[in-house]
């Protein structure tokens, strides 16, 4: 069983900050790893994937990734309120199945 | 379809009836996945269909719970006899295939169970 952490938050962050959220991940084996975003009520939606080691930037979106120590990050830079949302991790596991993380909740203030 | 479909989008039922959850994917997506979504918590897998067959149905909570699915097309999801713990929002996705990347989630079904 892959286990995925995530601290819960709430995160706040002032507006134009840097929010920085983090996961950890248990089965040393696992190559792919993906940032969702999901608004209260809403179903969760696909920002970002990495797959190596290093950083992967999308706009203001940069997914950091450490395969050694198992962590996987996501920065988002100059945060708005509309990022407010909450942020789930998830590890990809056999036949395209992914493990979640419990999602940490950003809070961007204005 | 456009996007994956799931009906109802609400659903609350008395304990101990039985529901039938519906999700219809994107057209020619051949892999189609249930997750169910407690509240405060991330997604719990539950099922995965290739086709119409099911390789893995490890995240089925209970033997209350099946799943089925027409061909590569609608699949619906069964809990019967429900009880309260079952509330929860049940969320399917549909991609290409199962080497694809991440996946397009539908709308979801909460389903309340009183």
Excluded at chain 1, 14 to 38: H, K, V
Excluded at chain 2, 75 to 95: G, H, K, N
Aim: with cysteine; aromatic share 12%; hydrophobic share 30%.
């Amino acid at each position: 069983q892959k286990e995925v952490e995530q601290n819960s938050g709430p995160l706040s962050v002032p507006e134009g900050a840097i929010a920085s959220l983090n996961c950890t991940y248990s089965d040393r084996g696992s190559q792919s790893f993906f940032w969702y975003r999901q608004y209260s009520g809403k179903s969760p939606e696909l920002i970002m994937s990495i797959y190596s080691n290093g950083d992967k930037e999308d706009g203001r979106f940069t997914a950091q990734l450490n395969k050694a120590s198992q962590y996987v990050s996501l920065l988002i830079r100059d945060s708005q309120p509309s990022d407010s949302a909450t942020y789930l991790c998830a590890v990809r596991g056999n036949f395209n199945k992914f493990y979640f993380g419990s999602g940490t909740k950003l809070n961007v203030k204005p | 379809g456009a996007g994956v479909s799931q009906s109802p989008s609400n659903k609350v039922t008395e304990k101990g009836k039985d529901v039938e959850l519906r999700c219809d994917p994107i057209s020619g997506h051949t892999a189609l996945y249930w997750y169910r979504q407690r509240l405060g918590q991330g997604l719990e897998f539950l099922i995965y269909f290739q086709g119409n067959s099911a390789p893995d149905k490890s995240g089925l909570p209970s033997d209350r719970f099946s799943a089925e699915r027409t061909g590569e097309s609608v699949s619906t999801l069964t809990i019967q006899r429900t009880q309260q713990e079952d509330s929860a929002v049940y969320l399917c996705a549909s991609s290409l295939d199962w080497t694809g990347d991440g996946y397009t989630f539908g709308s979801g079904t909460r389903l309340t169970v009183v």
